[in-house]
């Protein structure tokens, strides 16, 4: 029996086939999918999932459908198990807070946090919306983003603190903005995303991290917000994070905005950077997701790859990626998959 689900992953139960000996000569199989096929590398899988020509268009469009059928509750996004919720949040919670005892998130200006994969907006309103002045969340499922904006803006906050936009996009598709994060929160999600995507997503990441640096911007911007289509074209003069983070709410508008998928492919951002030193505000990238112990899992019912540690950091790697932190996450049942915490800068 195996259960995928936006946060919880249950452990396959091994099967043995009945029918010829395993040939020892063989190489180990690298990975299983749902249907008891196995893969001795990971470039055979891709190979195997996407085909030749490598498109993603199925893979995609199945991860999506799967969702679409979900209840946008608290029990939908944990499939069943919400009694996971606060160990999960508690565990989160010391785990930002250590970073922020050894120096991120040290600012005296308004701090933003990026929610990825977000779906009702558990984690931003759990977790976030306390340690952070404003709050974005990127989800693709639009039914998810619409529970997510209702309940979040019942939330009683007084300023500074504020709800951000609410992104409705895939990751794959989704460019977060350029230097505007003080952390970007990246939970159960990651298994979507191909492992090209995974890279190409991470870097945009990279980008979208808060620095202190003088920088000059000029931005062409399309966003459909509240179903009015605004265009504007800006040329500012940033001088550090906290300006660039008031010119974004200029653009976006007030809280609570969504900004569609198809707008959000059209939403650009061409920035010529100008520093006067390699300075940097301590903002992080952090990614919780499942792990395997020995080798990765691929769920066929909703195009997931749950990867081994050396997988991602391989990946991490390949993004250009430092490792900062890295803890497990205790106190989960142990008939599920092993929940681990990266921090990357």
């Not at 689900?5 to 396959?12: H, L």
């Not at 200006?109 to 994969?117: P, S, Y």
């Not at 409705?168 to 952390?183: A, I, K, M, V, W």
């Not at 179903?227 to 008031?246: G, P």
Request: glycine share 6%; net charge negative.
């Amino acid at each position: 029996y195996q259960r995928r689900v936006r946060g919880v992953t249950s452990m396959p139960g091994q099967k043995k086939k009945k029918g010829k000996k395993s040939n020892k000569s063989q190489p180990p199989a690298q990975g299983t999918d749902s249907e008891g096929n196995q893969y001795s590398s990971i470039p055979l899988l891709w190979s195997s999932v996407l085909g030749p020509s490598q498109k993603t268009d199925t893979w995609y469009s199945k991860g999506a459908n799967y969702w679409q059928d979900v209840t946008p509750d608290v029990e939908g996004m944990l499939g069943g198990l919400g009694f996971v919720h606060d160990n999960d949040i508690a565990f989160s919670k010391k785990y930002i807070e250590d970073l922020r005892g050894s120096g991120f998130f040290q600012t005296n200006m308004e701090t933003r946090a990026l929610d990825c994969g977000a779906g009702i907006g558990r984690v931003t309103r759990s977790l976030l919306v306390p340690l952070f002045d404003v709050v974005d969340s990127v989800e693709q499922c639009e039914a998810f983003v619409h529970t997510a904006k209702e309940d979040t803006l019942k939330l009683n906050l007084t300023p500074p603190k504020r709800i951000g936009t609410f992104f409705c996009s895939g990751l794959q598709d989704f460019t977060p903005e350029p230097r505007s994060y003080n952390l970007i929160w990246v939970q159960w999600v990651i298994g979507y995303l191909t492992d090209e995507d995974l890279v190409s997503f991470l870097k945009r990441c990279k980008h979208a991290l808060a620095t202190s640096v003088t920088q000059e911007t000029k931005e062409v911007v399309c966003v459909k917000a509240e179903d009015q289509l605004k265009t504007r074209e800006v040329e500012v003069e940033v001088e550090d994070s906290k300006a660039d983070m008031a010119q974004q709410d200029k653009l976006f508008g007030t809280q609570g905005n969504i900004v569609n998928g198809d707008d959000v492919n059209q939403y650009k951002h061409q920035k010529e950077e100008q520093t006067s030193g390699d300075e940097k505000s301590k903002s992080v990238i952090i990614i919780k997701d499942n792990i395997t112990r020995s080798s990765f899992w691929l769920d066929k019912e909703d195009s997931s790859l749950t990867r081994t540690d050396e997988h991602l950091k391989e990946i991490f790697l390949k993004a250009g990626l430092t490792l900062i932190k890295e803890e497990n996450q205790p106190d989960f049942p142990e008939s599920l998959f092993p929940v681990k915490l990266y921090a990357l800068a």
